[in-house]
């Protein structure tokens, strides 16, 4: 009978740090362990769940998806709904004990991972699961250029027609409370920087977290996985300890970020790209991701968008049973969801 705690592997990080394609990579090299997958998404779109289901996370061989082997809470942050959702879903996971090796949580974005550390205290849940270790995914270039948001044009616009904000902004929070709750920091997309930009981000990182916290460099997520597993570190039991910006706040949510998504028709990946990198310099988004159909292509079009920067592939074939469509998922400040899918639609030339 197993009686030693599953231990919980907590990934945190800002939109886009690359939390999702370090979750791939862990599945992928698993050598055999059972490890069960919480995803946790800020909007409506599983885009995240859909990734990982697409690698066979969470489906049998056969390509049908198996319930309780992969959990998405797509229900707003984790931090907001912990007691809603997660609880829950631990109960569930509490029960196939025997079955579970290790967990993988990927929180959203916007999530404030303090809180859902703290939740491991929860009786029900310390006697079953502890939190081996909380991992925060830096993206490495987005901290380069000064801000903490995918479009730091966009950001700094905003600030300088608001005189109440100072740098103290909802994203530089955030950013340094999922670096107060990190036993291990990855500065991820390190191909990304040269060697001097690499170094003021260590430095930027290292003034925010204790010394006997490691900072490692990535690119893609790719690390051997005994620097990401099994580090023992039981974080639920020192998390109190460390200082955050909503510490006596009785309550959090995410009300300076908006969430939308919309469905077009088939178009060109070219023509998409284009309207996109146009769309980000003229508002302030921090994120696009989703699914394309393409005209005459029988793979579907994963699209990831931070910044300036869009990434595309094609990640498998449509499925016989699913419409070909295409599914984009916004995520910013401030956004009007109708003027952004009016302009969306004239830049690809499609009807109001």
Request: hydrophobic share 45%.
């Amino acid at each position: 009978m197993q009686t030693a705690r599953i231990p919980a592997t907590i990934v945190t990080g800002f939109l886009g740090s690359g939390k999702t394609t370090l979750l791939r990579h862990i599945l992928d090299n698993a050598n055999g362990q059972r490890i069960a997958v919480i995803v946790n998404e800020f909007g409506e779109l599983g885009i995240d769940g859909d990734i990982l289901k697409s690698c066979g996370i969470g489906c049998d061989d056969a390509g049908n998806e198996v319930d309780g082997q992969l959990y998405e809470l797509a229900n707003g942050c984790m931090c907001c709904t912990v007691q809603e959702e997660f609880f829950p879903v631990m109960k569930k996971l509490a029960e196939r004990r025997q079955d579970i090796d290790a967990i993988l949580i990927e929180t959203s974005g916007l999530a404030l991972p303090k809180p859902l550390v703290q939740a491991f205290q929860w009786p029900e849940i310390a006697n079953v699961f502890t939190v081996d270790a909380v991992v925060t995914v830096v993206d490495t270039p987005a901290a380069f250029a000064g801000q903490f948001a995918a479009n730091p044009q966009a950001v700094d616009a905003q600030r300088q027609a608001d005189p109440n904000l100072d740098h103290e902004s909802p994203l530089h929070e955030l950013f340094e409370d999922q670096l107060s709750a990190a036993d291990l920091v990855i500065l991820n997309k390190a191909d990304l920087v040269d060697t001097q930009a690499l170094a003021q981000v260590e430095q930027l990182v290292r003034a925010e977290i204790p010394a006997e916290v490691k900072i490692i460099q990535a690119s893609n997520g790719v690390l051997p996985l005994p620097v990401l597993l099994g580090l023992g570190k039981a974080a639920e039991t020192t998390i109190d300890q460390r200082k955050s910006h909503h510490d006596h706040e009785e309550d959090h949510d995410h009300d300076d970020f908006d969430s939308f998504d919309l469905s077009l028709p088939e178009v060109s990946k070219e023509a998409l790209l284009n309207a996109l990198a146009q769309l980000v310099q003229r508002q302030s988004i921090l994120r696009v991701k989703g699914f394309v159909a393409v005209p005459g292509k029988p793979m579907r079009l994963l699209v990831q968008g931070v910044g300036k920067r869009f990434d595309a592939h094609f990640d498998r074939a449509w499925r016989a049973d699913e419409a070909r469509s295409t599914r984009l998922v916004f995520i910013g400040q401030e956004l009007d969801a109708a003027a952004l899918q009016s302009e969306l639609h004239a830049l690809l030339g499609l009807p109001a």
